[in-house]
């Protein structure tokens, strides 16, 4: 009888013992949670409009007008606040390719950079003529250097805006920061836009795409200017030696020498050596990534840089296909080799 209450004392008591089924809710739990998320990224365009209360969205596509109504009845502090709302949706339409002058401008623009009294149809081809010859154009306004004054009914506000782009009617990379006036009326409609001013511009020549060139050996040469023969004067020997210094030294642009610097074996060379040890499997496909570098005197590419670049790993790989290039012929002077600047666009 001894053995058998032992062996009782190890049977599962089942009336005191439940099973434990947190695991099974948290389950649940995660699994709405992640249910919830996917259907609101999929669904809806903006899910954290549910948790921002009554802080309205600005409505892109339609009219902003009504941002900056009756502004004369507005505080300095809300007038700062609807300009930023109606800037911002202004280049947020621009940057998604959209651009409707009667949601923005008023039926008469009175000023639109250097053209002037432009209906809404004549405003839209200057637009989108001027944006033709702004290839890839990244545009960012500097929200902090916003400032305004109400002139009247009107509000003409003044901010900073960092672009860069390709034009390709120079043939170059230009960058830089420009000053913007903007004047709304008293509708809420812009009745003015124009550039005050600019700072840190910069242009940079670019080459023609590898691909796209011809042989050295098609093209025509500038025939050299007839020389004299030099002066001598034995008084000036160390101004003349110093003179020579300063020009083996400088960094010269394409335009400026009577040679280019090319790739040995010329540009078709240059096309199927790229082809040849380029990556092109890095997920970037249909972009053009912009690599600078100086040719020195003898043929060595030195200062090897991105001008412009995409990410994405496809920055990397041009600069490390540039990198692995042969030396090349360099520019040269007067028969006399020098420094040259060079951008070559790499396309994946």
Same mark, same amino acid.
């Given at each position: 009888? %001894?053995?058998?209450?032992?062996?009782n004392?190890?049977?599962?008591?089942? @009336?005191?013992?439940?099973?434990?089924k947190?695991?099974?809710?948290?389950?649940?739990?995660?699994?709405? /949670? /992640?249910?919830?998320?996917?259907?609101?990224?999929?669904?809806?365009?903006?899910?954290?409009?549910?948790?921002?209360?009554?802080?309205?969205?600005?409505?892109?596509?339609?009219?902003? @007008?009504?941002?900056?109504?009756?502004?004369? %009845?507005?505080?300095?502090? !809300?007038?700062?606040?609807?300009?930023?709302?109606?800037?911002?949706?202004?280049?947020?339409?621009?940057? #998604?390719?959209?651009?409707?002058?009667?949601?923005?401008?008023?039926?008469?623009?009175?000023?639109?950079?250097?053209?002037?009294?432009?209906?809404?149809?004549?405003?839209?081809?200057?637009?989108?003529?001027?944006?033709?010859?702004?290839?890839?154009?990244?545009?960012?306004?500097?929200?902090?250097?916003?400032?305004?004054? #109400?002139? =009247?009914? #009107?509000?003409?506000?003044?901010?900073?805006?960092k672009?860069?782009?390709?034009?390709?009617?120079?043939?170059?990379?230009?960058?830089?920061?420009?000053?913007?006036?903007?004047t709304?009326?008293?509708?809420?409609? /812009?009745?003015?836009?124009?550039?005050?001013?600019?700072?840190?511009?910069?242009?940079? +020549?670019? !080459?023609?795409?590898?691909?796209?060139?011809?042989?050295?050996?098609?093209?025509?040469?500038?025939s050299? +200017?007839?020389?004299?023969?030099?002066?001598?004067?034995?008084?000036?020997?160390?101004?003349?030696?110093?003179?020579?210094?300063?020009?083996?030294?400088?960094?010269?642009?394409? =335009?400026?020498?009577?040679?280019?610097?090319?790739?040995?074996?010329?540009q078709?060379?240059?096309?199927?050596?790229?082809?040849?040890?380029?990556?092109?499997?890095?997920?970037?496909?249909?972009?053009?990534?912009?690599? =600078?570098?100086?040719?020195e005197?003898?043929? !060595?590419?030195?200062?090897?840089?991105?001008? #412009?670049?995409?990410?994405?790993g496809?920055? %990397?790989?041009?600069?490390?296909?540039?990198?692995?290039?042969?030396?090349?012929?360099?520019?040269?002077?007067?028969?006399? +080799?020098?420094r040259?600047?060079?951008?070559?666009?790499?396309?994946?």
């Amino acid at each position: 009888m %001894e053995q058998i209450n032992d062996e009782n004392e190890f049977q599962p008591q089942n @009336s005191g013992l439940k099973k434990d089924k947190s695991l099974l809710y948290m389950g649940i739990i995660l699994g709405t /949670i /992640i249910m919830v998320m996917g259907y609101l990224t999929l669904f809806v365009d903006d899910p954290w409009k549910i948790f921002r209360g009554d802080d309205k969205p600005i409505t892109v596509i339609d009219d902003n @007008s009504k941002l900056l109504e009756k502004t004369e %009845e507005m505080s300095d502090e !809300q007038v700062r606040k609807s300009l930023i709302k109606f800037i911002e949706a202004f280049y947020f339409d621009q940057r #998604r390719g959209y651009f409707d002058p009667p949601s923005y401008f008023a039926p008469i623009t009175e000023t639109f950079y250097n053209f002037h009294n432009l209906t809404y149809e004549r405003l839209k081809n200057l637009y989108w003529k001027r944006k033709a010859d702004m290839e890839n154009l990244k545009s960012n306004w500097i929200v902090s250097s916003l400032d305004f004054q #109400r002139v =009247g009914q #009107r509000i003409e506000a003044t901010y900073w805006v960092k672009e860069s782009y390709l034009r390709p009617s120079k043939n170059q990379l230009e960058s830089g920061d420009f000053q913007v006036q903007m004047t709304i009326d008293e509708n809420g409609k /812009i009745v003015s836009l124009m550039e005050l001013n600019q700072r840190n511009f910069d242009a940079t +020549p670019i !080459q023609a795409e590898p691909d796209s060139l011809v042989d050295s050996s098609q093209v025509v040469q500038p025939s050299a +200017p007839v020389s004299t023969p030099p002066v001598t004067v034995p008084s000036e020997p160390a101004a003349t030696n110093a003179a020579s210094n300063v020009v083996d030294n400088k960094v010269y642009n394409l =335009g400026s020498v009577e040679a280019a610097p090319e790739f040995d074996g010329g540009q078709r060379k240059l096309a199927r050596f790229v082809r040849k040890n380029l990556n092109r499997n890095v997920g970037v496909t249909g972009e053009k990534v912009f690599v =600078g570098f100086t040719v020195e005197k003898n043929g !060595q590419l030195k200062d090897i840089h991105v001008v #412009r670049g995409v990410g994405g790993g496809a920055d %990397e790989e041009a600069l490390r296909v540039v990198r692995s290039s042969p030396s090349w012929n360099p520019g040269t002077i007067g028969g006399k +080799p020098v420094r040259v600047s060079y951008v070559l666009p790499i396309e994946f």
